[in-house]
């Protein structure tokens, strides 16, 4: 990406989204598309929120990959600018924690959270749990997210740590391919029902993979639902401005 190509002048407020970029140091291209973003476009931006799964896994803050210390350094380069930056975990690093924050200058945000987005109620959330449909996933969620699971898993020498994720990818991959598409997309109750708890006119998530702008009418209102796209081809970002979306290819 070149920032010089921005669609936005610069001066004008806008705020950026991303999710599902997934690098593994394994995709060193990748890495440096990240890096050329982060020291390029979203230097500019009035904040970037990233709505999590930036990592392909992630096994504890006290092992950073090697590969990765490019990323940490480019968002810590990023907040010390002076742009806030966000992170919600995906359910690929939920392992993120307050050393991650605290080397990146990112702010951890819960899963879902409600910002006023140019005046916009907005709803930010990673989309994992709007598959309500994949029993079997919701059934590993739940048992991943146990604090008890997650400190036991933390405490484990780092090779361990490292054939556990390996073999939960794997698994993941392999369910993956035996399910059917529509049970791997969010829900729509799930969604009108997240939206009504919290009072949201719009919803914006990655996860699914399958990045689009959706109108709907909920209640009577028009709502959007905007679904992030993930990095694995070409980078994917949504720009908000005070007049409107642009869910961009990078
Ligand atoms: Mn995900």
Partial sequence: M????????????????????HLDPERPALIRLVERFLAGRAANAEALYILGDLFEYWIGDDTPSAGLEIVIHALHELS???????????????LVGETFAAQTGCKLLRDPTLIELYGVPTLLMHGDTLCTDDHAYQALRHQLRHPQWQSEFLSLPVEKRQAQALALREQSRQATQSKREEIMDANPQAVASAMREHGALRLIHGHTHRPAIHRFSLDDRDVQRIVLGDWYVHGSVLSATPSGLTLETL
Avoid: H, Q
Avoid at 2 to 21: H, K, Q, Y
Avoid at 80 to 94: E, I, L, Q, S
């Fill in 80 to 94: 010390a600018g002076g742009v806030p930056v966000y992170f919600m975990a995906g359910n690929r690093d939920f």
């Fill in 2 to 21: 070149n920032p010089s190509i921005s669609p936005v002048p610069s001066g004008v407020a806008e705020t950026l989204f991303i999710s599902d970029l």
